[in-house]
């Protein structure tokens, strides 16, 4: 349950976030825009204002102006005024500066004779330039051999800044919240889902418990009972199935057990690597019998914060379940290391591939691949379940991938 409420938060943050984040740069991308076009709208009017008119956009029967009346004269500037930038306009002569008109009030720290000097030393030909609002300080339309147009965009870029920041910070707020809001529907949606599984393993716990009795009398009486030739197959068989069952039970109260939670009182820092080699050699002899041989490569002296008989279990299943899918005259290689504070164990052996989609269902309860295999081998599909609880009872998490005629169970602890 604890794996759905995550997804469910996850989910609606992820929508929500996207939400809010592509808000925000609309925001700021409509903003930018509009500046940069008033910029260029403001740079367009003064060229116009300026009364250099071109032979083709003269009127019919104007004389052409001469090049000396084509420059703006200090009356112009009334027609600046009205706009809400910091405008000056730099005449030029023979690729000098020969007057700096300013329209409005100069801003402190802002030289535009500065720009101009950097502008005539760069450019050759008639261009407009306003460039990156957020880093650039001015924009300008040159003239060639006549005049600059230069906009101090200083105030601009503090006000794009200042949004994008508050911008930033707003997400910042609001996604905190979401993350809270989210939090609590998530618990609404999976409120349903949580008793249903709290009553499913309230039941299974209940069941098992009340079954251990009758099977107990049902064992032990196929033990005293005396047996003919004839009766033997049926004792047999009893004696059979209430193993069976008894392995079922024992299962389902373990997992039960697992998936309510370890008290972490009960954890104690072990010798990991002790745990699996101990693991490796009690099954040596099980692998031998099946003409599979176990190979390991682990790490020694890694300390590990856990519960020396889950691990023990988990390590178990994982290394019967390796050499019960093993072909014959192959191997199963166990290796682990511990790497910046993450232990990463891995079971690989040599045996049919898992299908790709049995890859997350083999570790849900009561899933098994092959059935009529499985129930020969009295798997009832709990062994990967009960694995995958212990690690991640562990902080941790177990993956199963094939390739290449191998499957690798792969276990990632973190300290």
Not at 77 to 88: G, L, R, W
Not at 250 to 255: M, V
Not at 275 to 285: F, N, S, V
């Amino acid at each position: 349950m604890k794996e759905l409420r995550k997804k469910t938060i996850l989910t609606l943050v992820s929508i929500l976030s996207f939400i809010l984040l592509s808000v925000m740069i609309l925001v700021n991308v409509r903003y930018y825009a509009g500046e940069k076009e008033g910029i260029m709208r403001s740079l367009d009017i003064l060229e116009n204002k300026r009364g250099m008119r071109d032979p083709e956009g003269q009127k019919p029967g104007e004389e052409a102006p001469k090049p000396d009346e084509r420059r703006m004269r200090p009356r112009d500037m009334e027609n600046v005024m009205i706009m809400d930038y910091e405008i000056y306009i730099v005449e030029i002569a023979d690729g000098a500066i020969t007057k700096v008109f300013n329209a409005g009030n100069s801003s402190e720290g802002f030289d535009a004779n500065a720009v101009a000097e950097e502008i005539l030393a760069k450019e050759k030909d008639d261009r407009i330039s306003v460039g990156n609002l957020y880093l650039k300080d001015s924009a300008y339309r040159y003239r060639a051999g006549e005049s600059i147009v230069i906009l101090n965009a200083g105030e601009i870029r503090k006000k794009l800044w200042r949004l994008l920041i508050e911008s930033i910070v707003l997400f910042a707020i609001t996604e905190a919240a979401i993350v809270f809001i989210s939090g609590l529907i998530a618990k609404w949606i999976t409120k349903p889902a949580e008793e249903a599984f709290a009553r499913q393993k309230e039941f299974i716990a209940d069941a098992s418990h009340e079954l251990k009795t009758p099977l107990a009398v049902i064992m032990a009486s196929a033990d005293e009972l005396e047996s003919t030739e004839k009766d033997k197959k049926y004792i047999d068989n009893i004696r059979y199935e209430s193993e069976r069952m008894n392995k079922l039970i024992k299962g389902l109260l373990n997992l039960s057990r697992l998936e309510n939670g370890e008290d972490a009182a009960s954890y104690r820092e072990e010798d990991l690597s002790l745990i699996l080699e101990k693991t490796c050699m009690a099954y040596e002899a099980v692998a031998f019998e099946q003409g599979v041989l176990i190979e390991t490569e682990i790490e020694e002296g890694m300390s590990f914060h856990c519960n020396k008989e889950d691990m023990e279990q988990m390590a178990a299943i994982l290394l019967d379940n390796a050499v019960r899918h093993s072909y014959k005259d192959s191997s199963v290689k166990v290796t682990a290391v511990m790497n910046k504070g993450l232990i990463d164990i891995r079971i690989v052996n040599t045996g049919d591939p898992i299908p790709e989609e049995d890859k997350d269902r083999i570790f849900e309860r009561f899933y098994r691949g092959d059935k009529s295999r499985s129930r020969r081998e009295n798997n009832y599909g709990l062994g990967l379940a009960i694995a995958r609880r212990i690690a991640r009872n562990h902080n941790g998490d177990i993956n199963a991938e094939s390739a290449d005629g191998k499957t690798v169970f792969r276990v990632s602890l973190k300290k």
